[in-house]
């Protein structure tokens, strides 16, 4: 075989041996895009940072355990937990026994995904009937909502099988699951069984939780409440209501009695997920009485059951806590998280959320537990328990107790006042002001006090006293209105009128102690059987006792007509509950100092629009329009104002690729102030495209049409954006395609044009790819060492004092320059020699060495015909110059040794300028005599046969 037969054969099969290796690199290329765009997809539709979570299969019989019967509500070790609800359900279970309780399990095991936007817990079953051992469901739970809540979406994605679907409470709708439904109970139940990988859209309104407006609720509870979430069994109604009689003793309402009971449990009992089990068969009343420690199941139980001692409805809820934050509006729930809590009923409110677990122990257990199993990340969620409770893992951060509000505005809730010291007596005058409850005392008469503080509508419990006792049966009247006559304790209650300042009269009644000496009482008509010798002790006795009695005479004469002036809180507090937004109704609660304002006139910018109920209570319709709104709340001489503010919608358009094109997406965003707005219908260019998701956001596609309008609608409002010239920029995008591949197919015409020279193409420059990555690499390490050898060359010399700093500074400036220059190449080319340059060269610098020879270059590239020269070495571009060109070859071959030996070798500039200047002139002129030729044979031909 020929040397050309062996070359020939060499060049065809390297693209062979290398179109393999070509076609595993495009495929790695074209999955790391396709990764690249799934990945974020499947985040978008819930799959979360771990989609293959998902995928896990499920233990072998996991499908078949609903936990429909006896049991726990899970199927504890199993790891699916809450999700698995029965009808009944015991408390206590321990590890190991029927696969123990799912609320004690620390398994970090990941059982569904949130987006939500805020955090909340989930529910996901309610039992109202407590069976001694255990809760069981004697029907649908109870669902009545009242008043207006505020409105939460979520998505759940369950990672985990499921029978029950987790919501937020109450839920009032489900979108987009399939095979989950909402009982008319309020619980999202599986149709049949819900798989992993099974997502929903939930819609909640959840109950008012402010302790302003749950305080003034009374009991005036719905029949079928009362009667089904109080019931007990009576040997437990007869253990536990003495005792919680004593631990709520002097509560004013449910709200009090319930965070009274509240606080004892979290106060007197420890958490423990070790606890024995109860040794009775009465789990509450084993654990009130007698146990020192448990877990949530034991703390719900108890105060569902001392609540309902008490006569208040409340019932045994089961669900998840908030879990762990992974993202914006993001929360993985796990097994751990597995937790009971109660729901209290409120008049005129429905049920609420009350969590008596000490919280900051049970995050520190979970905390634990996720750190031991290695997961990643921090686990430092904040929870809200009950109403008014923040709570976190770190022991004592951002906690508050029950019912105070919040930590940072402590003391709202009411309680005793205690007695306030006797002020300024009444003058002809009048009376002096003195701080709200307290009296102005007079020189004389009955002290007279008050329980707590004078507020109108309150309930108050007066105390008449004579130095140091009760004064009974006085009568005491508020404002002239006769409440009734004091007991033998000296106390009678009543209700506060609304006046700015309350007068209290007692008139008559005598001290328990009358005719009684320091010792007691003697009968002077009973028969006496005295010791012999005790005639002067009985006379000294009966002498004391007229004196008491002549005293305790003249202090009732003198107290008969004792008066007392308190001044009166008259400024109302307005809270306002649901979503405030234009168009939306929310719930205005009018209170002093915890007692409701009923009867009072509500208004909305002066316009009357509604009065309050007997619990102090009334639905507002908020206006229309954004801005800022005034509520006032009047009942003379109460008086209350707030103002809300309403924000304006906005909406938001934003193109998903570098410019908006038609048929393209954008992400619609929708925004109420700071507040993403959930479930908001898009509409683009009148048409519906959905609704806006839980982070407020919708992908839609641009029309074909010269601008698009996006319009947003929302609590009454709308809001639209145009997104500008998405056709025209298209049909430009359109156009300079067709433009590119104009080009290229006129290039590809004016050239043979080989299909199957493609392929030999890409593996060509694939390995011209390789071999100048390669060049650049060892190039650039080898001009790294030069430097790095001549840097040293320069310190070496300053050290030996052979240069000054000045010399090195301008040789630093010096090279500088020359990197400068040689970035601006157009730059550079103006400034070397011309044309008509000299052969001595003799007065060129290194510098304008350099720019001569590569000008000269240039100019020999630009008789070249080679449509890409800068992917051709020196080398090919002279052997192409000679043969397709019919340049001189030995001119060309001088330019081409010179431009290798300055730009690639050691040679000086200096030395190359002559005989590459000589070199490109011989070329030129070659060129220019060629040119002549030419033109004379076109004169030649123009010239004709026959004119000689």
């Known amino acids: 075989?020929?040397?050309?037969?062996?070359?020939?054969?060499?060049?065809?099969?390297?693209?062979?041996?290398?179109?393999?290796?070509?076609?595993?690199?495009?495929?790695?290329?074209?999955?790391?895009?396709?990764?690249?765009?799934?990945?974020?997809?499947?985040?978008?539709?819930?799959?979360?940072?771990?989609?293959?979570e998902s995928l896990i299969p499920l233990p072998a019989g996991a499908e078949n355990r609903s936990g429909d019967g006896a049991g726990p509500p899970g199927a504890g070790a199993s790891g699916f937990g809450a999700l698995n609800v029965g009808n009944s359900t015991t408390v206590g279970e321990p590890i190991g026994e029927s696969g123990g309780s799912p609320f004690r399990s620390q398994d970090t095991e990941v059982h569904f995904r949130v987006r939500s936007q805020e955090s909340n817990y989930w529910r996901t079953g309610a039992y109202d009937t407590y069976t001694g051992s255990g809760w069981s469901r004697s029907e649908p739970s109870d669902a009545t909502a009242p008043v207006q809540g505020e409105e939460t979406r979520y998505r759940v994605d369950l990672v985990q099988s499921a029978s029950a679907a987790p919501t937020v409470w109450r839920p009032t709708g489900l979108?987009?699951?399939?095979?989950?439904?909402?009982?008319?109970?309020?619980?999202?139940?599986?149709?049949?069984?819900?798989?992993?990988?099974?997502?929903?859209?939930?819609?909640?309104?959840?109950?008012?939780?402010?302790?302003?407006?749950?305080?003034?609720?009374?009991?005036?509870?719905?029949?079928?409440?009362?009667?089904?979430?109080?019931?007990?069994?009576?040997?437990?109604?007869?253990?536990?209501?003495?005792?919680?009689?004593?631990?709520?003793?002097?509560?004013?309402?449910?709200?009090?009695?319930?965070?009274?009971?509240?606080?004892?449990?979290?106060?007197?009992?420890?958490?423990?997920?070790?606890?024995?089990?109860?040794?009775?068969?009465?789990?509450?009343?084993?654990?009130?009485?007698?146990?020192?420690?448990?877990?949530?199941?034991?703390?719900?139980?108890?105060?569902?059951?001392?609540?309902?001692?008490?006569?208040?409805?409340?019932?045994?809820?089961?669900?998840?806590?908030?879990?762990?934050?992974?993202?914006?509006?993001?929360?993985?729930?796990?097994?751990?998280?597995?937790?009971?809590?109660?729901?209290?009923?409120?008049?005129?409110?429905?049920?609420?959320?009350?969590?008596?677990?000490?919280?900051?122990?049970?995050?520190?257990?979970?905390?634990?537990?996720?750190?031991?199993?290695?997961?990643?990340?921090?686990?430092?969620?904040?929870?809200?328990?009950?109403?008014?409770?923040?709570?976190?893992?770190?022991?004592?951060?951002?906690?508050?107790?029950?019912?105070?509000?919040?930590?940072t505005d402590p003391g709202t809730q009411p309680g005793p006042v205690a007695t306030p010291a006797p002020s300024t007596p009444v003058t002809p005058s009048g009376p002096v002001e003195t701080p709200a409850g307290e009296p102005d005392e007079p020189t004389s008469g009955y002290d007279v006090s008050l329980n707590r503080t004078a507020a109108p509508g309150a309930t108050v419990e007066v105390t008449v006293e004579a130095g140091a006792q009760p004064v009974a049966g006085a009568t005491v009247a508020l404002d002239g209105e006769p409440i009734g006559q004091t007991g033998r304790d000296g106390t009678v209650t009543g209700r506060v009128p609304f006046v700015e300042n309350l007068t209290v009269t007692v008139s008559g009644g005598t001290t328990t102690g009358s005719g009684v000496a320091a010792g007691g009482s003697l009968d002077r008509d009973a028969p006496q059987s005295l010791p012999a010798g005790s005639g002067g002790w009985l006379a000294d006795r009966r002498r004391t006792e007229a004196s008491n009695r002549e005293s305790s005479d003249a202090l009732d004469r003198q107290a008969a007509n004792t008066s007392r002036s308190f001044d009166v809180a008259t400024n109302a507090t307005l809270s306002v509950s649901g979503d405030v937004r234009t168009g939306a109704t929310v719930l205005v609660t009018a209170t002093v100092d915890g007692v409701a304002v009923p009867n009072a006139t509500v208004t909305v910018d002066g316009e009357s629009v509604a009065r309050t109920s007997a619990a102090g209570r009334a639905n507002v319709a908020l206006p229309d329009s954004p801005g800022n709104v005034t509520l006032r709340v009047v009942r003379d001489p109460v008086i209350g104002e707030r103002t809300l503010e309403l924000d304006g919608l906005t909406v938001g358009a934003d193109p998903l690729w570098p410019l908006p094109l038609a048929g393209t997406p954008v992400e619609v965003t929708a925004r109420l102030g700071n507040e993403s707005v959930a479930g908001a219908p898009v509409r683009v260019d009148g048409e519906l495209v959905g609704t806006t998701g839980v982070d407020g956001t919708l992908t839609a596609t641009l029309p074909f049409a010269s601008s698009a309008s996006v319009a947003v609608a929302a609590s009454g409002q709308t809001a639209r954006t145009t997104v500008a010239n998405p056709l025209v920029n298209a049909a430009a995008v359109a156009l300079a395609t067709v433009a590119l591949v104009a080009l290229a197919a006129a290039g590809v015409a004016r050239r043979s044009f080989d299909p199957r020279a493609v392929t030999r193409r890409i593996a060509a420059g694939v390995r011209a790819l390789a071999r100048w990555t390669v060049r650049g690499f060892v190039g650039g390490a080898v001009a790294a060492a030069a430097r790095l050898r001549a840097t040293l060359a320069h310190l070496r010399g300053l050290v030996a004092g052979e240069r000054s700093p000045a010399e090195l500074l301008a040789a630093l400036g010096a090279w500088l320059d020359d990197w400068s220059r040689r970035l601006r190449p157009s730059a550079s080319a103006g400034s070397g020699s011309t044309r008509g340059s000299t052969a001595g060269g003799t007065g060129h610098d290194a510098d304008d060495a350099h720019l001569t020879i590569r000008e000269a270059w240039g100019r020999f590239l630009g008789h070249v015909s080679v449509r890409r020269p800068w992917t051709k070495t020196p080398g090919q571009l002279a052997d192409h110059a000679v043969t397709a060109d019919s340049l001189p070859a030995e001119a060309v071959a001088t330019l081409r040794d010179e431009f290798r030996a300055v730009e690639y070798g050691p040679r000086s500039p200096d030395e190359s300028v002559p005989a590459v200047e000589g070199a490109i002139e011989r070329i030129e002129s070659t060129l220019d005599a060629t040119e002549d030729d030419r033109d004379d044979a076109d004169d030649a031909g123009d010239e004709g046969p026959g004119e000689n």
């Open 175 to 407: 979108e987009r699951g399939e095979g989950v439904s909402l009982t008319d109970g309020g619980l999202a139940r599986a149709d049949d069984r819900l798989a992993a990988g099974a997502s929903y859209v939930g819609v909640s309104r959840k109950p008012p939780r402010d302790p302003a407006v749950l305080r003034p609720s009374g009991r005036d509870y719905p029949d079928e409440v009362e009667e089904r979430y109080t019931r007990l069994p009576p040997s437990t109604a007869v253990s536990l209501r003495p005792f919680t009689n004593n631990v709520t003793e002097g509560a004013e309402n449910p709200y009090e009695t319930a965070t009274r009971i509240e606080e004892w449990l979290e106060t007197n009992k420890e958490y423990s997920l070790n606890a024995s089990r109860p040794s009775g068969d009465n789990v509450a009343r084993e654990f009130v009485t007698r146990m020192d420690a448990g877990y949530c199941e034991h703390f719900a139980t108890g105060m569902v059951t001392m609540l309902r001692s008490q006569d208040i409805p409340a019932r045994y809820v089961v669900g998840y806590s908030t879990g762990r934050q992974v993202g914006a509006n993001t929360f993985q729930v796990r097994a751990m998280n597995a937790h009971a809590w109660v729901e209290v009923y409120f008049a005129d409110v429905g049920w609420v959320r009350f969590d008596p677990t000490p919280g900051a122990e049970r995050l520190r257990a979970e905390q634990s537990a996720y750190e031991e199993s290695g997961a990643p990340g921090q686990y430092a969620p904040q929870e809200e328990g009950s109403p008014g409770e923040t709570f976190s893992a770190e022991s004592g951060e951002n906690a508050t107790v029950p019912g105070t509000g919040t930590a």
């Open 1 to 52: 075989m020929s040397d050309a037969d062996e070359r020939f054969d060499f060049d065809e099969a390297a693209p062979t041996r290398e179109y393999g290796v070509a076609a595993l690199a495009v495929a790695c290329v074209v999955a790391a895009i396709l990764a690249t765009a799934l990945i974020p997809a499947a985040a978008s539709v819930g799959l979360g940072d771990a989609p293959a």
